[in-house]
């Protein structure tokens, strides 16, 4: 693999960590709110279904976690398993696409019917 692609993955691992982060203490935060603001998780469900905020933000929440563990799996595979190049990367593209195909699914199923 050339260094710029690596480079490129390096980066995009920081920037879908990074986001990643972020969404994650929204998420919480914002659950830790609710919940203590006496919200079961039905009203929470019917607060945040047709929220378009929320829909954008929940997309951009699966997609950087569908980019951030793939990359990790990929270098854990390399590193502590016998399997060589190109069967790391094939696996965890897999792994990652699985991953965006059922967190987008969760998501549209939250926003379209309030419930997932």
């Known amino acids: 693999m050339s260094a710029r692609v690596q480079a490129l993955l390096w980066l995009a691992q920081r920037v879908s960590g990074a986001l ?3 969404a994650v203490s929204v998420h919480l935060a914002t659950l830790i709110y609710a919940v203590r ?14 929220n378009v905020t929320w829909l954008v933000f929940y997309l951009i929440f699966v997609a950087a976690a569908a980019v951030h563990a793939p990359l ?5 595979l390399t590193e502590t398993t016998p399997l060589r190049a190109p069967l790391p990367g094939m ?22 019917s309030g419930a997932a």
């Open 20 to 22: 990643l982060a972020l």
């Open 37 to 50: 603001g006496g919200l079961s998780s039905a009203e929470i469900i019917a607060r945040v279904h047709g």
């Open 72 to 76: 990790g799996l990929r270098v854990v």
């Open 91 to 112: 696996l965890a593209s897999l792994f990652g696409v699985a991953l965006a195909i059922l967190g987008w699914r969760a998501v549209f199923l939250l926003f379209a």
